[in-house]
């Protein structure tokens, strides 16, 4: 079994081992790394205010009629966390009973917000 694609990635994107190490000896090791939101672009971006993203940090749920820029929310829905410097919280889920953004998974670096 040979997984040929995944999250927008496929084999033509792969590089083997010996060109990774290439890479680093030369110093290029960044070059060729991928950020962990590109993992997700396929989810449509929620942007929120800096008091949100300290709240999000923190574990705390995000009600959705207080974010500014998000997309037509559905039931259930999994959506990108945008901090306002444009960096990548992780992924939140939406419950249309209670309208609120949980926390699906999260990446953000704590400190950045506290």
């Not at 079994?1 to 290439?22: F, N």
């Not at 940090?57 to 009629?65: E, F, I, K, P, V």
């Amino acid at each position: 079994l040979v997984r040929t694609d995944a999250c927008g990635y496929s084999l033509c994107d792969a590089l083997t081992l010996e060109e990774i190490k290439a890479k680093k000896e030369m110093g290029e090791l960044s070059q060729i790394l991928l950020s962990t939101e590109s993992l997700f672009v396929t989810y449509k971006e929620v942007k929120i205010s800096e008091a949100q993203a300290k709240r999000f940090a923190n574990g705390g749920a995000l009600l959705a009629d207080r974010i500014r820029e998000k997309p037509e929310m559905t039931e259930g829905g999994i959506y990108r966390v945008t901090a306002p410097t444009g960096d990548f919280m992780g992924l939140a889920k939406y419950d249309g009973n209670s309208g609120e953004l949980k926390i699906y998974k999260q990446f953000s670096d704590y400190s950045k917000f506290n």
